[in-house]
């Protein structure tokens, strides 16, 4: 299934049905009277987060979305139909926005989670509403009112722990394709991964998903290169992997690139838990790979792994690391969840 991350869709909630004008007329009975029913209300435009989709491709094709209309009212005082809501299912991580592509309407991150997104129009009255002590056969009935309408702006940001960044062929593919069952493409050129993969990691006996984010290049916060939409994947990761090519003659520019353009794309993602590893320890001699190695630790100020994802030599340890900080990040949502709870349960 073809990945894609982000798509523009027109939503409208189903008009109103219209109140009718009928009178009461039955055999014997000397006085009628008006028993027009009312309209029915339109259906609403409504998303819903489901489970087992990762792509928002199906609305590349489809990007209209019409609810029914409600039915008109009818004589002997029955209602019309309301029209059935028109449900969307979409990706859980699936963020909605206003046409401006800007203005967040809500952002789907629970399955389940629905939030209507046009809304139907309310039914007409029919005239036996307008019936009176002073106006005993009213020849009035209202006309159903017209269903919100909009444009919307889907943008998928994947669901995962913890986040691959780096450069492009800093061999990302190849180390999610050798902790994880995910199938990425892998050849050796710029921009090998056109789309996001996930993986399940299991080590020490739990689970966490990983994510590998296309490679990134100087200037991908303003659209240069696949960096600019993909950044938006990283938000929600709560530990990214920097991985570094040890074959780089230098390994410190290339990694001051990836952090200047996690600053600068915002959403506080140069500020999230970062380990840092030099890949590829087997394609370059020990002495040089030290020596890059410890340049790295340098301007990264901290501790950088050695590791090869091909050889699978110091992977165990980066993702116990990795691990350390998602078991973090977790206690950390279920206390703040708990507190949630508990203010809403003593108010």
């Known amino acids: 299934m073809k990945f894609l991350d982000q798509a523009k869709i027109y939503v409208r909630g189903g008009d109103g049905g219209g109140g009718v004008i009928a009178f009461r007329r039955e055999k014997f009975i000397e006085y009628g009277g008006p028993d027009g029913g009312d309209g029915g209300d339109g259906g609403d435009v409504i998303a819903v987060a489901v489970e087992g989709l990762n792509t928002l491709i199906d609305y590349r094709y489809q990007q209209h979305f019409r ?62 509403r307008f019936k009176s002590s002073t106006n005993r056969a009213p020849r009035k009935a209202t006309p159903g009112t017209p269903g919100a309408e909009r444009w919307l702006w889907l943008r998928l940001k994947l669901i995962a722990d913890a986040g691959l960044v780096g450069q492009p062929n800093a061999g990302k593919s190849t180390f999610l394709a050798s902790v994880t069952a995910a199938k990425p493409k892998i050849a050796d050129y710029p921009f090998t991964t056109l789309s996001p993969h996930l993986g399940v990691v ?18 991908a916060h303003e659209g240069r290169g696949l960096g600019t939409r993909f950044l938006g994947h990283v938000e929600r990761c709560s530990v990214l992997l920097h991985l570094v090519d040890g074959t780089e003659e230098d390994p410190v520019a290339a990694y001051k690139t990836i952090r200047k353009e996690l600053k600068a794309y915002g959403h506080k993602l140069d500020k999230k838990p970062e380990i840092v590893a030099l890949n590829k320890a087997d394609a370059v001699d020990e002495a040089t790979f030290e020596k890059r190695r410890a340049a790295l630790a340098k301007a990264a100020r901290k501790s950088v792994l050695a590791i090869s ?14 691990l350390t900080q998602v078991q973090r990040a977790r206690r950390a949502r279920q206390e703040a969840e708990a507190g949630v709870t508990a203010e809403a349960a003593s108010g």
């Open 202 to 219: 299991r080590v020490h006996g739990e689970e966490f998903v990983l994510a590998d984010i296309p490679g990134l290049i100087e200037g």
């Open 67 to 128: 609810a029914p209309a409600g039915r008109p009212g009818e004589g002997s005082n029955r209602s019309g139909a309301g029209g059935q809501d028109t449900i969307l299912k979409l990706p859980v991580g699936t963020e909605i926005l206003e046409d401006d592509n800007e203005t967040v309407v809500a952002d789907l991150t629970k399955p389940g989670q629905r939030v209507v997104l046009a809304e139907g129009g309310e039914g007409g009255l029919g005239n036996a």
């Open 309 to 322: 994802g091909i050889a699978r030599q110091g992977v165990d340890e980066a993702l116990g690391k990795v």
